[in-house]
Antibody, heavy 117, light 106 residues
């Protein structure tokens, strides 16, 4: 069974860079045809798509965050990562990683990130 | 960017009743639409993909329909565990989520 697990600091200072990793077990992020994505959810709000990385390495980002977001993959560790620069309080959220084959069918449990000095 | 508009924002129903949730896209997404269920403090769970295909392990009371710009998620007879928030999501042009519909107990 595929499993995804987010990891990273739960507290980030304003203007700094948020960095999270998603470790995948039970399957390879290099498997043909899959996207690996990041989605976030601010407290009490809906789901917001951040971006995806395709198994080939091609990346896709939501326009509103494109200038601040980088998603990358480390196939040797079977991980993919999210970096969000210049964070503000508006970036505080639960961050989920997920796999998209035909939809987001496997999700991590999510990790809460707080932005505060 | 494709905008997905879900209605209603809240649906108040009793167990055993039929729930009908709507999702409208700002432009055609063909059948590249999925539905998710989210309960408090849990990750979303995939219910429907490709507009009408039930994901693995999803009960038959959940069904999806539509194509193009108008989609519906129907829960034929609400069970107590179905009271949750439901999101639609498109992956035709980039990816976006709707704002969600909360199904609450009346």
């Amino acid at each position: 069974q595929l499993q995804l697990q987010e990891s990273g600091p739960g507290l980030v200072k304003p203007s700094e860079t948020l960095s999270l990793s998603c470790t995948v077990s039970g399957g390879s992020i290099s498997s043909s045809g899959y996207y690996w994505g990041w989605i976030r959810q601010a407290p009490g709000k809906g789901l917001e798509w951040i971006g995806n990385i395709f198994y080939s390495g091609k990346t896709y980002y939501t326009p509103s965050l494109q200038s601040r977001v980088t998603i990358s993959a480390d196939t040797s560790k079977n991980q993919f990562s999210l970096k969000l620069s210049s964070v503000t309080a508006a970036d505080a959220a639960v961050y989920y990683c997920a796999r998209d084959g035909f939809a987001y069918d496997f999700w991590g449990q999510g990790t809460m990130v707080t932005v505060s000095s | 960017e494709i905008v997905l508009t879900q209605s209603p924002a809240t649906l108040s129903l009793s167990p055993g009743e039929r729930a009908t949730l709507s999702c409208r896209a700002s432009q055609s997404v063909s059948s590249y639409l999925a539905w998710y269920q989210q309960k408090p403090n849990q990750a979303p769970r995939l219910l429907i993909y490709g507009a009408s295909n039930r994901a693995t392990g999803i009960p038959a009371r959940f069904s999806g329909s539509g194509s193009g710009t108008d989609f519906t998620l129907t829960i034929s007879s609400l069970e107590p565990e179905d009271f949750a928030v439901y999101y639609c999501q498109q992956r035709s042009i980039s990816w976006t989520f709707g704002q969600g519909t909360k199904v609450e107990i009346k």
